[in-house]
């Protein structure tokens, strides 16, 4: 069975940090695109950062700069750092992996910036 679980989101102060960790089991981790998305209330998720297999990266233009995607094959993890952030960074952002026609979501952590 696959299961993405997503830890570390939370309520942090505008400018702050934030670690994201996205843990999956169930699939061979390596040979996926991992990536990171987010949906705000009343918008439509949204692509914020994605590692490929290769190691390719790209960002949302949103958060380039402030953002860092990073993938450990070995852990079945992946990692979304966020720094500098913003109110409207806060999100919902959820995990997913995705391999030619499978494609898997985790169930999402709250990210609230706000002061």
């Known amino acids: 069975q696959v299961q993405l679980v997503e830890s570390g989101g939370g309520l942090v102060q505008p400018g702050g940090s934030l670690r994201l960790s996205c843990a999956a089991s169930g699939i061979i981790f390596s040979i996926y695109t991992m990536g990171w998305y987010r949906q705000a209330p009343g918008k439509q998720r949204e692509l914020v950062a994605q590692i490929t297999s290769g190691g390719n990266i790209n960002y949302a233009d949103s958060v380039q700069g402030r953002f860092t995607i990073a993938r450990d094959n070995a852990k079945k993890k992946v990692y979304l750092q966020m720094n500098s952030l913003k109110p409207e960074d806060t999100a919902v952002y959820y995990c997913?992996?995705?391999?030619?026609?499978?494609?898997?979501w985790g169930q999402g952590t709250q990210v609230t910036v706000s002061s």
């Open positions: 997913r992996a995705a391999a030619a026609v499978r494609n898997y």
